[in-house]
């Protein structure tokens, strides 16, 4: 089985339909292409399925601090849902924008330096641990031979020229679905989701992910990120890239028939996403009051 990226330069190049045009555009370039194709397919996503949906739903852990106001936020960081303290899987507390309080209490997001801040400021007496609940952009692909493999982990490994980039943020893919493509033991294709990513000193990082992994792959593991669109809609971003090149180099003969076989594909597409986005967060209709809180308090006591 081959990875999305290597289909995707074969079905681009196959779309082009001109092998001298192919020949002169490399692996890098459309790579680039790709990436910006994923992010208008995205946003075209959200469009249609409402800014309510959980597309790109991620978690990740912020530590509070004894009068500390200022966070960071993740990369690739989209929209805020909320922040929860959890205790055995149940929620303690939460803090959602200040806009949802008639006080002004909660948390502003800056997003001119990608952090956030609290109002008021914690007033606690050991560091806290919260989760941050979030909306993430899409995040660049690549694939690699795994370096380690755990029941609900794997490391990271050095992509090929050809397999994009790994990005050694801390949290850049928590949310993201990661693909075991090739292994022993019968263990591939699998699918799971990125609980939490943590840079390691090797250079290398490490996922965390929300299932174990069955059955456990053996032998030589290889893995991907995968995109935003399901497999059986990925010629999309063949389609959209194989246009870009077309229009570059002038060749818009065939731009009609792409462009025709693109509709009909983005509509069923566009109707199996929204059919599959269930899960929404609650319409903010008014400022909450203090009615609204919850009994464990929707603003925590700092």
Not at 39 to 49: G, Y
Not at 96 to 119: A, M, N
Not at 139 to 160: D, E, N, Q, V, W
Not at 205 to 227: A, K
Request: hydrophobic share 35%.
């Amino acid at each position: 089985m081959k990875s999305f990226l290597e289909r995707f330069y074969e079905g681009v190049r196959k779309e082009i339909g001109d092998p001298h045009a192919s020949a002169r555009v490399t692996d890098e370039e459309l790579l680039e292409d790709l990436h910006d194709t994923d992010a208008l397919v995205f946003d075209d996503l959200l469009k249609a399925t409402g800014q309510e949906s959980l597309l790109g739903y991620s978690e990740a852990t912020i530590t509070f601090r004894n009068g500390v106001g200022f966070y960071q936020l993740p990369d690739n960081f989209r929209q805020l849902l909320q922040i929860e303290r959890r205790q055995s899987g149940k929620i303690l507390d939460i803090l959602r924008s200040k806009t949802f309080y008639e006080d002004g209490t909660g948390v502003e997001i800056l997003t001119s330096t990608r952090g956030f801040r609290l109002f008021p400021a914690p007033s606690i007496t050991a560091d806290q641990e919260w989760i941050l609940c979030y909306l993430r952009s899409p995040g660049r692909l690549h694939y690699a031979r795994a370096g380690s493999i755990a029941s609900k982990g794997l490391s990271t490994g050095t992509p090929p020229a050809s397999g994009g980039e790994l990005i050694l943020l801390d949290d850049y893919y928590n949310g993201t679905e990661i693909r075991i493509y090739q292994a022993g033991n019968n263990a591939a294709p699998q699918v799971n989701t990125v609980t939490d990513f943590k840079r390691t000193s090797s250079g290398r990082g490490t996922f965390s992910l929300r299932y174990e992994w069955d059955p456990m792959p053996t032998g030589e593991i290889w893995y991907e990120t995968l995109p935003t669109v399901p497999r059986k809609y990925e010629s999309i971003y063949m389609l959209d890239v194989a246009m870009k090149v077309l229009e570059r180099r002038g060749k818009i003969e065939r731009l009609g028939s792409l462009i025709a076989r693109r509709r009909r594909l983005w509509g069923h597409c566009k109707q199996h996403v929204i059919s599959n986005v269930s899960d929404r967060p609650p319409q903010r209709t008014r400022p909450l009051q203090a009615k609204d809180y919850v009994a464990t308090g929707e603003i925590p006591a700092w």
